[in-house]
């Protein structure tokens, strides 16, 4: 053997050669040395195919990377080996190719000398998939040739090295010890099974994980949809009234509505189009935090449940996800995007389609259900939006429990893939739907989606949307979580169709941790910021230096009262912060002889009030200890707790804030310290008083500032109570509470503020209500309407802690009393 391979050698260097001229595998991870480093013990690669392209890609990273090179000799309990290299599965036949089913013989030997030697041996898998790199650009003909589950012959991978070996992925993983994964006192052959057995597996998850799952038609899995015996109940259900053809019809034709159709070709002309999109309108996408996705997407079934702030969001995390070199999830759209030519175009993408309710439809529950059920089942990750739609404001909205429940309901029913969320925030910093959303709030209506609205739509593709920012929160296990909120889950009726009554309330704390982990991971721009600080002066100017200083507290108030280690903060000085923010045209200078003034414009400010909202609840406590001092000169520590503790409920609510409610002392506390260290409040010798700096002082100043951006909200909780209390206990219903609080919140921006939607926004006064509610603040009556006792009235004073007295009087003269009109 040693004689051959000399004899070889040669030939094998002039081909490698020639190899490197064309093909330069992309290497994950980046420093693969990292695998073996500090461990003494030989070192064998794991191919899963091999072949001359594959071995040839192998010794180039190794020699690249300093590892060990696959082609030497090594020994290893007393017997020569003349390549440190074992295929798995290797070919046989010239035309047409198969895998061997003896397994490799150099592995077998391996095993067997492991049980001679004290010495360990490290088994390295490598998998390399041609025409699957995560940075590459391809031609349509090299799709043709990009990697899948076919096994392939010689024909097709010398083309496939020829023209995708620039666009191939080479991922080692971590190493498996041979003698540690031999059990002892067992028959080397058993034990050689074994570690063959574990071999396979981890290719195919690595492969599903990479490339997808192996696919069957559409049409196959319609099938076994309409087979699925809660199928076939609703079916024979519908045909009550009608032929059981007839019903099996519509149910062939509802899995037909909802089923993606998922084509690798079609997928990666997809990406190749999406990277040009790309380049257009961004600056650039930054990824945070991807590392912790590639560990649990081995093994795990994964389900992406992203904030929703864009049309662009399906389309990015789809992209992103393929580019870090794992399979496209599956992605639930609404019908709306099942438009001529764009719904066949996202079918083969990966969306699969849902309509908007399924209430009263029996049949399509079940057909949906069994899909879902089946997708999950053969280990394809998914990707819905958990807030039913696109946030208007900024603000992560309420969570709709309807995936949730279907997901977790399939779970329960069969958990042998264990089933891991992964919360994703997009932060970006222009919405190519921005103008629409504050039409939308503003009262008009919904635009419908279309071909033509999506070819006008085309035109912004020639702006600058600045960057897009992709934070990947902290994985949610979802067997820990049933185990921790309903430890008897394992012993549900799994043959039931009906979901089991303990479920509405662990769709409840998933939906909320979803939220809270979105929110966790945070990216906090530079367009975030300057809409943070602007808009929180009266007609939003500032000075350059003012302006300077006030993004600079920001900054170092996010690194120092830190919401979460997973919060991004960009690494930029103000005046870079400034420019960045000129040079997308969302603010402008104005020169002056006693300084320079930055402004925005009124509609700007308006649209900047969404980029603010999506950092707010970053500095939600420290700004709302900075708001109690907007009146007042000093206040106790005692008594800033109790505030921040009244209107918390409410703030936990809109911003959908981590922290629970028995802590928030200790978090109030936290921000007090983060304000008195930045010379923002001052405290007494014994500890107990605090005071804001002297008026007019550059700190009270900064502290004022930081203040406003609570003040909406709380203006809201004012004016909401006013109108209950103005109008008397059992005199208003909710929803006309509702109304009243949004036609006075208009009314008064429209007077003394800026005239943004976001603001009597109905979907804040209707959590708001809902919330007092929930306090037992307000209480519905047997005729439905509210009531209240002298306790409301009591809340409603301690603003004015914090309002000043101008705006209580404004909002009291605005509120509306049933019967009488508005106020004067």
């Not at 461990?39 to 064998?44: G, K, P, Y």
């Not at 900064?702 to 203006?715: C, E």
Request: glycine share 6%; proline share 4%.
């Amino acid at each position: 053997m040693d004689v051959l391979a000399r004899l070889t050698r040669p030939l094998y260097w002039f081909a490698g050669k020639v190899f490197a001229l064309w093909a330069r595998p992309a290497v994950q991870p980046e420093v693969p040395l990292d695998l073996i480093d500090g461990n003494n013990a030989e070192v064998v690669y794991v191919l899963e195919t091999g072949g001359l392209a594959d071995m040839l890609a192998l010794e180039r990273i190794c020699r690249k990377k300093d590892m060990p090179s696959p082609s030497e000799p090594f020994s290893y309990g007393g017997h020569r080996e003349s390549r440190r290299v074992v295929v798995l599965r290797r070919m046989q036949g010239l035309l047409f190719r198969r895998s061997t089913t003896r397994g490799s013989p150099r592995l077998r030997r391996l095993v067997e000398n492991a049980g001679t030697t004290d010495t360990e041996l490290l088994l390295i898998p490598v998998a390399i998939y041609w025409g699957r790199s995560p940075d590459k650009d391809r031609s349509f003909f090299k799709l043709l040739f990009s990697e899948n589950w076919e096994v392939v012959g010689r024909t097709r991978k010398f083309f496939a090295t020829l023209l995708v070996g620039r666009d191939t992925l080479l991922r080692y993983s971590e190493a498996l010890p041979l003698r540690s994964a031999l059990a002892e006192e067992v028959e080397s052959s058993v034990s050689f099974r074994k570690v063959s057995r574990i071999l396979r597996v981890h290719f195919r998850q690595r492969r599903a994980a990479t490339v997808g799952p192996d696919l069957s038609h559409k049409r196959t899995l319609v099938n076994q949809v309409l087979l699925e015996p809660a199928v076939q109940r609703a079916i024979d259900a519908e045909a009550a009234g009608q032929s059981r053809e007839k019903a099996e019809r519509k149910a062939r034709k509802y899995a037909l509505e909802i089923a993606a159709d998922i084509s690798y070709p079609a997928i990666r002309i997809i990406e190749k189009l999406l990277r040009w999109v790309w380049n257009q309108i961004y600056d650039g996408i930054e990824l945070n935090h991807v590392d912790e996705l590639h560990d649990v997407a081995k093994g795990n079934e994964i389900v992406y449940v992203p904030c929703h702030r864009s049309h662009f969001d399906y389309l990015l995390l789809g992209y992103i996800v393929y580019e870090e070199g794992l399979h496209v999830p599956h992605v639930a759209a609404g019908i709306n995007l099942n438009m001529p030519i764009v719904g066949s175009i996202l079918r083969r993408g990966g969306a699969f389609f849902l309509r908007r309710s399924f209430k009263g439809n029996r049949l399509y529950a079940a057909v949906f259900d069994a899909y879902l059920h089946l997708v999950i089942r053969r280990g394809h990750s998914m990707e819905y939006f958990i807030e039913g739609g696109r946030s208007r404001t900024g603000r992560l909205l309420t969570p709709k429990g309807g995936m949730l429940v279907m997901t977790v309901h399939s779970f329960v029913k069969d958990p042998r893939r264990p089933i891991v969320f992964v919360p994703v925030y997009f932060g970006y910093e222009r919405l190519i739907e921005g103008d629409a959303f504050i039409s939308e709030l503003g009262g008009a209506k919904k635009q419908k989606e279309s071909v033509f609205g999506l070819i006008r739509s085309v035109r912004a593709l020639r702006e600058n949307f600045g960057k897009v920012y992709v934070n990947f929160a902290k994985p949610i296990e979802l067997a820990p979580m049933l185990d921790e909120l309903h430890s008897d889950w394992r012993h549900t009726d799994k043959d039931s169709d009906e979901r089991p009554a303990w479920l509405g309330g662990v769709i409840d704390s998933l939906g909320d941790r979803i939220m809270q982990e979105i929110n966790s991971a945070a990216a906090v721009t530079p367009i975030s910021l300057l809409a943070y600080v602007l808009l929180a002066t009266p007609k939003q100017k500032i000075g350059a230096e003012e302006l300077h200083r006030q993004l600079s507290l920001s900054v170092d108030l996010l690194k120092r009262f830190r919401y979460s280690e997973l919060v991004t903060i960009p690494d930029m000085a103000p005046e870079d912060i400034v420019e960045h923010g000129r040079n997308l045209g969302v603010i402008a200078r104005t020169t002056h002889a006693t300084g320079d003034v930055w402004h925005m414009s009124e509609d700007t400010a308006v649209r900047m009030t969404y980029f603010r909202n999506n950092i707010l609840h970053l500095l939600s406590v420290p700004a709302s200890v900075a708001c109690c001092f907007i009146q007042g000169r000093e206040l106790e520590h005692s008594e800033l707790c109790r505030l921040i503790r009244l209107i918390y409920p409410f703030m936990q609510k809109e911003l959908c804030l981590k922290w629970a409610y028995e802590h928030v002392d200790d978090v109030t506390s936290e921000a007090i310290e983060a304000l008195v260290e930045h010379e923002l409040l001052q405290r007494s010798r014994n500890g107990k008083l605090l005071t804001r700096p002297p008026a007019g002082s550059a700190k009270a100043y900064q502290l004022l500032m930081l203040g406003q951006a609570m003040v909406p909200m709380l203006q809201r909780f004012y004016l909401a109570i006013a109108i209950l209390i103005r109008n008397g206990s059992g005199r208003l219903t909710r929803t006309r509470l509702e109304q009243l609080c949004q036609q006075s919140a208009e009314r008064l921006s429209m007077i003394y503020g800026l005239h943004s939607p976001d603001f009597f926004n109905k979907t804040l006064f209707h959590d708001f209500i809902r919330r007092l509610q929930a306090q037992n603040a307000v209480r519905k009556n047997a005729e439905g309407l509210l009531e209240f006792n002298d306790n409301l009235e009591s809340i409603g004073a301690d603003a004015r802690l914090v309002l000043g007295e101008e705006i209580r009087h404004s909002i009291l003269s605005l509120t509306v009393v049933e019967g009488e009109g508005k106020g004067t």
